[in-house]
């Protein structure tokens, strides 16, 4: 029996994580897909990064491969003497199978001297798209249809890229750079096997006016001088609608008015808040009487904003 050393096809560390293995499968296999990849060996190692994640994703089958120790490639491989009672069932001969056929048979049954016939459930595989939604879309939610080609198995094993129209609903309070899972709406599974899932990559496209972190979403509020000293009542936009926001007097540049549940709501989680961010701002241009009244109020005030520079410029 030769050696293959499962982990090399894969190009990952025997130490990597089943997560791991299972997105260095991924790339590889969208790499030498056969109907897509252009490279002359691209059908041979496919079905070699096929066999190699089909042991190193089942605990029992790579448990019994790291067993076999680290050997170079096409070595001949003679496993340890113990090996065969603690994974192996007796029934076969190191000398009449290889490898592949070797973990195959891992609970599927093995028919002694020739290749086994393995009829476990084969999972679906996963599928995975980018979702581009407006800001409106991703705060109330949406229904999206998906035109995706995938690459489908036929009765003889052969791939054949396959178009596909998905349609999926996107819940409210989604976020730019999630990822959503929705079960079962990937590639088929046989022999019995579940359905595959979609991952769907969320982009949100910016806002005019609303920013978001986390579920809590944020707005600029301009205010003019004398309505940031006397207070006033604004009429403020919010996703859900306008409201009528009390500012009171006296209120600074930076400070932060807090609505209560007006940010991004998620099924099952309790809504964020809207904030709305003071920003005070001077007139650019004012006519005579304008001036007037605000040198009259240059005098009658005492007031000093750059008061603590003082003891920074005493000597």
Do not use: C
């Amino acid at each position: 029996m030769k050696y293959k050393d499962y982990y090399a096809i894969l190009g990952v560390e025997r130490n990597t994580s089943a997560e791991g293995i299972k997105k260095a499968y991924r790339k590889l296999a969208l790499k030498y897909h056969p109907d897509v990849s252009k490279e002359p060996d691209a059908e041979e190692r496919f079905k070699e990064i096929g066999e190699a994640y089909g042991t190193l994703k089942d605990p029992g089958k790579r448990a019994a491969f790291d067993q076999l120790g680290p050997h170079a490639a096409g070595e001949d491989l003679r496993p340890p003497p113990d090996w065969a009672q603690n994974f192996g069932d007796g029934e076969f001969s190191f000398d009449t199978v290889d490898l592949a056929d070797l973990f195959a048979g891992f609970g599927g049954g093995r028919r002694r001297g020739g290749r086994p016939g393995s009829h476990a459930p084969v999972p679906g595989q996963d599928y995975e798209a980018g979702v581009r939604l407006t800001f409106d879309q991703a705060f109330r939610g949406t229904e999206v249809e998906l035109d995706l080609t995938v690459p489908e198995y036929d009765e003889k094993g052969f791939a054949h890229r396959v178009p596909h129209q998905i349609k999926v609903r996107i819940p409210s309070g989604v976020t730019d750079g999630q990822k959503l899972r929705v079960p079962g709406k990937g590639g088929k599974g046989s022999l019995g096997g579940r359905d595959g899932d979609l991952y769907l990559d969320i982009k949100v496209q910016s806002h005019p006016l609303f920013r978001s972190t986390g579920r809590d979403l944020y707005l600029d509020l301009p205010l003019a001088p004398w309505e940031a000293v006397l207070g006033t009542n604004v009429r403020l936009p919010t996703p859900s609608g306008p409201v009528v926001l009390k500012v009171p007097p006296g209120i600074r540049t930076g400070q932060r008015l807090r609505l209560a549940g007006r940010g991004l709501a998620r099924p099952g989680a309790p809504a964020g808040d809207l904030y709305a961010v003071v920003q005070i701002v001077v007139p650019a241009v004012v006519d005579d009487r304008q001036r007037a009244l605000f040198k009259q109020l240059e005098e009658a005030s005492t007031f000093n904003p750059r008061g603590h520079f003082a003891q920074e410029a005493a000597p």
